[in-house]
């Protein structure tokens, strides 16, 4: 009787004890299962927007830009943008993605992730827990790529092809890799979510993109001078046809610029991209209506320049602010961005060709600073419940975005300048009279855009 | 044998294709130009840079045709290219010494 009880207690043990271990195998296949969802889903959101941020470079920069230029200099100013795709992912691949993410000072990354050694499948948790390091790294590329191919725009017409290329590279060495340092990478200076000094909110970019490229855009519109024979002759753009295309692939491309920054397909995510639509909505309506009132024709140059406007003041306050707001973003922006254009740069008389400085230095800084405004922790919580911009009650925020603002604008202009004596030392950074004359197409590459004849 | 060169109004030239065609003149060589006689031009504005464009498009038709034709011709191709505004464009009637078919070696009115 006793052997039975015993027989029947060690029985009912050994299934409790077997129960209890599958519920708990279960239970780890059904958080792993979970885990993989998401981190699946998150992955192809990621994947989908580092192409659609390529995508802004080539094609849609590359068209944006070269519709504005004459027709001798079409393929030399797409050139400018394409050859980014190419030069940028070298240096990011060998110790770019290093030194803007890696640990190291406030200012500048380690050399631990030299060559991409140790980025791989698995996820970096300070960057995105869950998604493969490998895809951050990709997404992050594609800003360092469109970034300097942003500032060529300034020195259309007439750069040197040799010295752009040592331009654009010393320029993302020395000056984009540590701003994306300094305002994303872990213990970087101005880095809101990773124990910066001066936490500075810039969802996507409007500091380390639009206001380095589009303040060293001004230092090289004036350091190379004007274009031969401007403004006394004529300069319109030889088909405005390509540029509202590349204007249109820009907008859509920038849903992966800044919904994609969310690095998850989170409602985050979506709040960012109803923000960026909204913003550029606004803009291309109030830069059209402005020029309207003001020469008596809305443009369809001044809706698709104000469209661009827009896009680069929401940028830092897309992940921050709620879509009314970014209206006003957008709508401050379109007009101060037009007054910059058409009024302001005609006073001083200098000749950014296509108006990077104008739109993206001047509406970067505006949105980094009404970032400061507008940002609340309703809709992204990165302070941890304490609150984010003026409109939560948090002063000192625009102050922080102002100190970002001039971190970048000195960075810029220092180091834009330093670069170009170096470049002009070396290589030159302007072409020959006969050669700007010519246009840069045949005398830079031997080619012409448009065959007709063939 | 006379060449009529004329100026026209881009939008004036499938009436004036049609009007040649109805009078039996089927051969014609046709081009873009740009050019202005008293017509003014127009302003344009690319982000607040003001352009005064002078010279406008135009085609330039070239029909060469037996003298005897000339006179009709013009009459029929200003009555097709006519707006009667500043801008309507000019016709110019020159000798022609000689025309040969490459094809063929034709010469004088057989060429044409």
Redesign the interface.
Known sequence: MTKRLLLFCLLALSAFAQTASDVDKKLADLDKAVKSAQSAGDNAWMLTSAALVLMMTGPGLALFYSGLVRRKNVLGTMMHSFIMMAIVTVLWGIIGYSLAFGEWTPFLGSGQYAFLNGVGAAPNPDYGATIPHQTYMVYQLMFAIITPALISGAFAERMKFSGMLLFMTLWTLLIYFPMAHMVWGKGGFLNAALGGKFPALDFAGGTVVHITSGVSALICALYLGKRRGF?AE????HSLVLSVIGACLLWVGWFGFNAGSAVAASSLATSAFVATHFATAAAALAWTFAEWLK?G?P?V??AI?GAVAGLVAITPASGYVAPMPAFVIGAIAGVGCYLM???V??KFGYDDSL?VFGVHGMGGTMGAILTGVFATNKVNNVFGGKPLGLIDGNVAQVGNQAIAVVIAWVLAIVGSFIILKVCDAITGVRVEPSEEIQGLDLSMHGEEGYNFEG | MKKIEAIIQPHKLQEVKDAMKSIGIDGMTISDVRGHGRQKGHTEVYRGMEYQIDLLPKMKLEMVIPSERAEEVVRILMESARTGKIGDGKIFVYEVADAIRIRNGDRGDSAL
């Open positions: 403004p004529e300069f319109r753009p020469t024709k443009s140059l001044g320049s254009v058409s009024v740069k005609h108006d």
